[in-house]
């Protein structure tokens, strides 16, 4: 096999790099974390550590749910995950996006300020995490109070309430924004629309927030003003879905091919 994919069938972009790299003339599959973790073992010999296969990798694992469901699977996936963990920190070959000795998500966060802050991104922005629906103290201005479900990840504008129980995490955000998804791969980085932004410098912007956040691979949502002046960050995506690529994948998918594959 000559890459693996861990992630999820039923991720489009998964499915989508995997019939990339078929048509290409490569093997790769798609595992789920203990599949993945199954395949590997990993040595020492002469003092040098050594992964078995030495093959590249994508990962595509979402943080699991804040909400423990089993004790016993919630057990089995942490070893599959510490497995695979090590495995693809030590692995030679590349890996999208690798981990670190102090995380597999990088330096990402349940928290949106937090992972701008960590991206080195002047965040000033009210960010509110609660048991409870805690609604704005103060209204401002072009800005509505948007509330998600911590567990079912549905996201509405206060005063409705999202499907769920809760926890609940409250931001400000622009009632009518305009949007702009810059993906980077390692020291690339497309805009996703033509309009004329080069002023704002968003590539290279959204390129050392990337590193700074120790990922290789991610989109980045900014929210642009209206006079098309500034740029606020408006979500770090270290999993970006098809739908998020899609206006890039012309450009991206040779790119992808060659940081697998060198």
């Excluded at 991610?218 to 002046?229: C, P, V």
Aim: proline content about 8%.
């Amino acid at each position: 096999m000559d890459l693996i994919i861990v992630g999820d069938r039923s991720d489009r972009f998964s499915t989508e790099v995997l019939d990339l790299v078929q048509q290409a003339g490569y093997t790769a599959d798609i595992f789920d974390v203990c599949d993945a973790a199954r395949l590997f073992s990993i040595g020492m010999e002469d003092g040098q550590v050594f992964v078995t296969p030495d093959i590249p990798i994508l990962l595509r694992i979402q943080p699991p749910s804040t909400i423990r469901s089993s004790f016993d699977d919630s057990f089995i996936y942490g070893e599959c995950l510490s497995t695979l963990w090590a495995a693809a920190t030590l692995n030679k070959s590349p890996v999208i996006n690798r981990p670190t000795p102090h995380s597999i998500w990088g330096k990402t966060s349940y928290s949106s300020v937090l992972t701008a802050v960590r991206a080195g991104y002047p965040e000033n922005d009210i960010e509110i995490f609660s048991s409870q629906i805690l609604p704005p103290h103060t209204p401002q201005v072009n800005k509505q109070w948007y509330v998600q479900d911590l567990v079912t990840y549905n996201t509405t504008a206060y005063p409705n309430i999202p499907q769920g129980a809760g926890p609940y995490r409250g931001r400000w955000a622009d009632i009518d924004p305009g949007y702009e998804i810059v993906v980077v791969l390692e020291d690339q980085a497309w805009r996703s629309t033509n309009v004329p932004l080069e002023h704002l410098a968003l590539e290279q912007q959204s390129i050392n927030l990337i590193r700074n956040l120790d990922l290789t691979f991610a989109a980045i949502t900014w929210s642009i003003s209206e006079n098309l002046e500034t740029a606020t960050i408006a979500r770090i995506d270290s999993f970006p879905l098809m739908e998020q690529i899609q206006f890039v994948w012309p450009v991206f998918a040779p790119a992808l091919l060659e940081v697998l594959f060198p």
